[in-house]
């Protein structure tokens, strides 16, 4: 596919498989996942939930790491394909010169973001409950660890990629300090990324496999017709949730204002490394990889909370069925 709609750096290395003939759906699973085996690095338990990026020819990425305590931990990694991946045995480490902040409770479900000059990570971080960690890195050798970004309870707290209005933007889910059985998308806006306001309601629950909460996935990516947000919604059953994505259109100046938002999921948990694992019926996308040549789209999301899984799309086709498929 030419002449794509991204707006965005064309990277034509990206992990890709084409889609399988036949195939009727806009989301297609790789056929090696997962790709992240529970046990890659001695440490673990589980890795899932995890964040890549484009670094240095190659791919770096933020993982979480649950460690065999089943303490959260977050790692850095690197890989030459994007698929074969070497994690770090021990977790980041992060410089921290705010004795509040310092102190490492835990940290999970990790976001990373280039802006400018440098990419920044987003996490749930433990203190007093959980909320946004903040930290960015040059080399994913040293991480600087700022302000966590909000009071506690807060969730999946996904940057973009590029300021708006002037501002850095967050896109985050206020929560509670448990297993939250409610939630909706918040826009925020900082001039410095310490001080956050300006908060805007995104989206809130709808019926079906999102109507318990919902959280931003991936990075948005910035297309044409708006910003294009991958996110997770959650379904209650008579066996708990089940997460679920799905993917919405955001205005690109005022990215509260939602253009349109699929009725159907883009992928659910149905594959059996996403249905048999530590928690049973996730499907959790954290990160994507985007070819603004072509539009190819690699999209990184958790299994079963217990392995890191791939799946594909073309950026064009994502959007065309948003707009199709839309109930906003
Ligand atoms: C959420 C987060 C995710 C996890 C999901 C399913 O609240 O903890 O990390 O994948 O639950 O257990």
Redesign the pocket.
């Known amino acids: 596919m030419a002449n794509s709609i991204v707006v965005g750096p064309a990277l034509p290395h990206i992990p890709w498989e084409p889609k399988p003939s036949g195939c009727q759906d806009v989301v297609w699973r790789s056929e090696r996942n997962p790709i992240i085996p529970r046990d890659l690095i001695p440490s673990s338990n589980s890795i899932f939930?995890s964040a890549v990026v484009p670094f240095e020819g190659a791919f770096a990425g933020v993982f979480r790491c649950d460690d065999k305590r089943r303490h959260m931990q977050i790692h850095s990694g690197r890989s030459a394909d994007g698929v074969t991946w070497e994690i770090a045995n021990d977790p980041i480490q992060f410089v921290c010169d705010i004795p509040e902040v310092a102190p490492f409770e835990y940290g999970?479900?990790p976001r990373v973001c280039f802006i400018e000059d440098r990419y920044y990570v987003t996490w749930c971080n433990g203190y007093h409950g959980p909320t946004i960690g903040l930290a960015y890195t040059h080399d994913f050798e040293v991480f600087q660890q700022l302000e966590n970004a909000y009071l506690p309870f807060n969730?999946n707290g996904v940057l973009f990629p590029r300021r708006i209005r002037g501002k850095y933007a967050m896109l985050s889910r206020p929560s509670d300090n448990g297993?939250t059985p409610f939630g909706d998308i918040f826009y925020s806006e900082s001039p410095d990324l310490t001080h956050w306001g300006c908060h805007r309601h995104v989206m809130g629950t709808v019926g079906g496999w999102q109507s318990t909460k919902i959280g931003a996935g991936p990075v948005p990516i910035e297309t044409t017709e708006g910003w294009l947000l991958i996110y997770h919604g959650v379904l209650t059953s008579c066996n708990g949730?089940v997460?679920s994505a799905g993917a919405a259109l955001l205005d690109l100046d005022e990215p509260w204002k939602v253009l349109h938002r699929t009725a159907p999921y883009i992928l659910s948990p149905q594959a059996v490394y996403e249905c048999v694992g530590d928690?049973p019926n996730?499907a959790?996308p954290c990160a994507a990889l985007c070819d603004a040549d072509t539009g190819r789209l690699a999209i990184y999301y958790?299994g079963a909370?217990t392995v890191t899984c791939l799946a594909f799309a073309y950026v064009d086709e994502l959007v065309a069925f948003t707009k199709a498929n839309s109930m906003a």
């Open positions: 939930n999970y479900d969730r297993h949730f997460y928690t996730v959790f958790g909370d």
